[in-house]
């Protein structure tokens, strides 16, 4: 351990030598003069802006550029955090009234280039510099058009600079989403300026993407749902760009956007998303609009998906958590859930995860991490994995592994059965847990099996199961029994655990922010016997 430790720490220091070494060359005069060694040449090929729209969350209200101070809104001093990666990354230019004043627009955009005409290490970070450069070119009907000639130099020179800072630096962004969306701006650069090096180097980087990212069976290696539905946004605004364009659309490219459309289509069409693994709420409605319009249509019967169960039927939704761990560095998401599950009926979820907090920076992303946050078992308050520091994340220190599944799919029944070792190593306990559902009687019937492998001390277990936000829990005067109020039905929990009861927790599945929700806890002490702990939700007639 000791040894382990130290390696960790020298790798650290070089890690962070370099990097310091690296910002200073990046603002050398050095460094400047190499990605301003461009070709200048004019956009000729204009993305239509209904292709972009798979991005974009529009707003209802339009801004009016007028009413923006062109003057000194790069100045403002409130221009810090997050409203300083709204404003750089130039987003906000999908909701311009295209009414507005081109003049004004194109001021705005001069003034920036003014300011930041050389590297900055805020505003040309990877993914603010990208989404600049997708948003200027796909919305040059304001940005571009109708300007004077030495507005068009000053323009076209910027983009050719930074997309050469692009090149140098994106090979060693950590995160693929970064990685993506520079893939992105190099292509839509190189199909509008006809810049085959931009292009090439765009799709190549594409492909090496697809390769190292997608597990044999095309889902993301992360095993993330949120990383499934950007994937495939991106990858179909690039055939969409490449196809209005009139360019080949390479093969890779159709395979990984049919297999992810099949996975995509498990997920897709659910009233609330699914909260596993760096999930939050996500509302796909327009997306699934948008493939519909461009005749994407995806179908898939498998119960199974990426390592998560997923059962359906007229009125309900079992969905669980059936896979093992991701590799440690595709575990910058991962949460500790294994064996967790969610249950919806007739669209409203009854049991929830507590959801992901995505600020990495925050403690709560930690929290989040944690099997607590979960619907399922925890030995000692320990989680299932544990994780360890990594530069900016926490990525897994100890993974896990299903040992055995079983999915049933009938008509009137169905069962969800698996196994982990998150707790063997530590604790010498295996977790098997079983999800019976009988759908005539509206019966979920669940048994979780502790299985003692070593004849170590007594542990005290917990058993959560989480409500969404709004489902209101009451104990009876028994203390045996927990009625479940939701909007459109009644339940009753019953349990032959002796301890049980109802706790207040966090629910984090609304992107980085969190709000109270309640949750029932069974608990008690392990034994060097196998111990099953069953429970019933069932509907209240």
């Known amino acids: 351990m000791y040894l382990k430790n130290s390696l960790t720490l020298i790798n650290e220091f070089f890690y962070t030598s370099k990097s310091q070494i690296r910002k200073i060359y990046l603002k050398s005069n050095l460094y400047n003069n190499k990605i301003s060694k461009v070709e200048i040449s004019n956009i000729t090929y204009r993305p239509s802006l209904s292709i972009l729209s798979c991005l974009v969350k529009y707003d209802k209200k339009k801004i009016k550029i007028e009413e923006l101070d062109k003057n000194n809104i790069w100045e403002n001093k ?7 990666y709204k404003f750089n990354n130039f987003y906000w230019l999908f909701s311009i009234d295209l009414k507005s004043s081109t003049n004004i627009t194109q001021s705005i955009i001069e003034k920036w280039i003014e300011k930041n005409q050389n590297y900055d290490s805020l505003t040309w970070q990877i ?3 990208s989404k600049r450069i997708i948003s200027w070119i796909a919305n040059s009907k304001l940005t571009y058009e109708q300007s004077e000639t030495k507005y068009k130099e000053k323009f076209n020179f910027s983009i050719n600079k930074q997309i050469n ?5 994106i090979s060693k962004s950590q995160p693929v989403d970064d990685k993506l969306l520079g893939c992105t701006a190099l292509i839509i650069t190189g199909l509008s300026y006809e810049n085959d090096k931009f292009l090439n180097y765009g799709l190549e980087l594409l492909r090496k993407i697809i390769v190292n990212s997608f597990d044999n069976d095309y889902f993301p290696k992360t095993r993330s749902i949120r990383q499934l539905n950007f994937y495939l946004k991106y990858f179909v605004l690039v055939r969409e760009l490449l196809k209005e364009s009139f360019n080949d659309i390479p093969e890779y490219l159709d395979e990984i956007i049919f297999y992810l459309g099949k996975s995509y289509t498990v997920f897709s069409k659910l009233e609330q998303s699914l909260l596993f693994n760096g999930n939050h709420q996500n509302d796909l409605k327009e997306f699934n609009k948008y493939l519909a319009l461009n005749k994407y249509k995806f179908e898939n019967s498998n119960n199974e998906v990426g390592g998560y169960a997923v059962l359906k039927s007229k009125n309900c939704i079992l969905a669980m958590d059936v896979g093992n761990s991701p590799k440690k ?3 910058y998401n991962y949460q500790s859930g294994a064996l967790s599950f969610e249950f919806f009926y007739k669209d409203k979820k009854i049991i929830s995860n507590s959801g992901y907090f995505q600020d990495y920076k925050n403690k709560l992303n930690l929290i989040s991490k944690s ?5 399922t078992l925890v030995i000692d308050n320990h989680s299932s994995c544990s994780f360890r520091s990594s530069r900016s994340y926490k990525i897994l220190e100890n993974s896990l592994k299903i040992l055995g599944k079983n999915i049933v799919n009938k008509k009137n029944y169905w069962l969800i059965k698996a196994s982990h070792n998150g707790f063997l190593k530590k604790f010498g306990i295996l977790h098997e847990r079983s999800l019976e559902y009988f759908i005539d009687k509206n019966k979920l019937i669940g048994t979780d099996k502790i299985i ?3 004849k170590l001390d007594s542990k005290k277990y917990d058993i959560r199961f989480h409500m969404d ?3 209101k829990l009451t104990k009876t005067l028994d203390n045996k029994t927990i009625l479940i109020e939701i909007e459109n039905s009644g339940w009753r929990f019953s ?3 002796e301890i049980i009861n109802i706790e207040s927790g966090i629910y984090f599945g609304n992107k980085n922010l969190s709000i109270g929700n309640q949750n029932i806890c069974l608990s008690g002490k392990t034994k060097t016997i196998n111990q099953e702990i069953k429970w019933v939700f069932e509907k209240i007639q």
């Open 165 to 169: 800072h692009l090149i140098n630096e």
């Open 329 to 331: 560095k595709f575990s």
């Open 371 to 375: 099997t607590a946050a979960h619907s």
């Open 469 to 471: 936000p709004g489902v």
């Open 495 to 497: 349990t032959n655990c």
């Open 452 to 454: 003692s492998k070593n």
């Open 127 to 129: 993914d603010i510099l």
């Open 78 to 84: 409130l221009l810090t955090g997050n409203n300083l």
